[in-house]
Nanobody, 121 residues
């Protein structure tokens, strides 16, 4: 069994900041990729940012320069620092990991429950 616990969502005004955190636990041998996705009402879920075990990052164009993703491999955590928030950033944010349960296991995806971010204008 594995678990992803997210925290840090909430309500913030335009231009404000929030920090999302996600902690993985359970039967995890290694985590290849950790990332954040978001889904706004009526829209498809989209990648916000992800980070590999080696620290390589990728961001959606809409958040480049405003959001920063980081991870702590020892603690199996990933964080998303969100600055200069805009109303269009309003969405449910989901943590996702690609992990292996054993040394020779195939990688698997696992999603968190989501945390709501609302940016008021």
């Amino acid at each position: 069994q594995v678990q992803l616990v997210e925290s840090g969502g909430g309500l913030v005004q335009t231009g404000g900041s929030l920090r999302l955190s996600c902690a993985a636990s359970g039967s995890i041998f290694s985590i290849d990729v950790m990332g954040w996705y978001r889904q706004a009402p009526g829209k498809q879920r989209e990648l916000v940012a992800h980070i590999t075990r080696g620290g390589n990052t990728d961001y959606a164009d809409s958040v480049k320069g405003r959001f920063t993703i980081s991870r702590d491999n020892a603690k199996n955590t990933v964080s998303l620092q969100m600055n200069s928030l805009k109303p269009e950033d309003t969405a449910d944010y989901y943590c996702k990991m690609v992990y292996r349960s054993g040394r020779f296991s195939e990688p698997r995806d696992y999603w968190g429950q989501g945390t709501q971010v609302t940016v008021s204008s």
